[in-house]
């Protein structure tokens, strides 16, 4: 039962979502657009939801059940994730039917696996489940990544544990809009034994269509970024580290950052120790200062990045050199650059989703 749906929503002081009942704070929103629309997903309790806006965000449609399960994790970056593809919007999210147990399970699923939804009619009606995963239970850590090309092809990644040794980086490609799934793929596997076991990956495709991949590695006790490209989905080119400092590290950030690609290439942020970078393929990381859980999106006017600097979501828009506060209090952003410039940021505050502007 939904207990509050979608609060007044205005160019100033933007929308409101959840909480979606007591014991459902609403959780890890993330959003996408086809120029036309805006797509927006979160999770509460153990469902998944969905809300449209056909006004760059000024308003949003009441929310939709789109799916629910016995156990969907929720944390650290866990939760559903959205694309479009052609005419079909597409959500993924791992959900599993029994709780993990033990002092780490962090409300994990012990059988997770994970799902796809599709729905040709902005949202109203939604499709049964798929399973993307061909060996049952293999992404229950609940972290992944979906990237569409806008016209059919799709590509989710996600940390498996199917080798039942380390974490490894797993892949599969949707050639038809989310209907049907590939074989799944071995992205990458560390010499090490295991990558970073609980950082979220990103994924994006670029205008020639290759793949690319980033993931935060573990080799030699460091914990940093690496990335891989693919033309076909399957065969990945040799990884390459991210920025030219490392990060020694015994624990799991549980920070993976943001990946985007644009006209000029490929840009990526990142979390290391305290400090938010950005980075391209082969060049020197800049830092940003101190902040964690930074996301980026790409617009016609550049790319803006959002992250969280002691509690306080700050956004940086192109071109900007310092960063600007977008709400005292708020964790795990997403932005959504717009087709006609200035994007939105939604962000967790309080129990609920807050979706604003930024002009």
Known sequence: MIFSLLISATLLM??????????????????????????????????????????????????????????????????????????????????????????????????????????????????????????????????HALASDGKGRLFAVWLDHRSGKGTTLYGSESRDAGRTWSKNTLVYESPDVTICQCCHPSAAFDSKGQIIVMWRNWLGGSRDMYLARSLDGIHFANPEKLGTGTWQLNACPMDGGGLVVTPNGIRTAWRRNKEIFFASPGKKEVSMGEGVDVALSAGADGVYAVWVTGGVVKALKPGGREAAEIAPHGAFPAVLALQGGGALVAFEEEGRIEVRPLP
């Open 14 to 143: 933007g929308a409101q979502f959840g909480p979606m009942g007591p014991e459902a704070p609403a959780r890890e929103p993330q959003m996408a657009t086809d120029g036309k629309a805006v797509y927006l997903t979160y999770g509460a309790g153990n469902a998944i939801y969905f809300s449209l806006s056909m006004n760059a965000g000024k308003t949003f449609s009441s929310p939709v059940q789109v799916a629910e399960a016995e156990v969907v994790p929720l944390s650290r970056h866990r939760g559903p994730r959205i694309a479009v593809s052609g005419s079909a919007i597409v959500i993924t999210a791992v959900a599993g039917k029994t709780l993990s147990s033990g002092a780490h399970a962090h409300g994990l699923p012990s059988d997770g696996d994970l799902l796809v939804w599709r729905s040709e009619d902005r949202g109203r009606h939604w499709s049964k489940a798929v399973m993307v995963n061909d060996s049952p239970g293999a992404p229950t850590e609940g972290l």
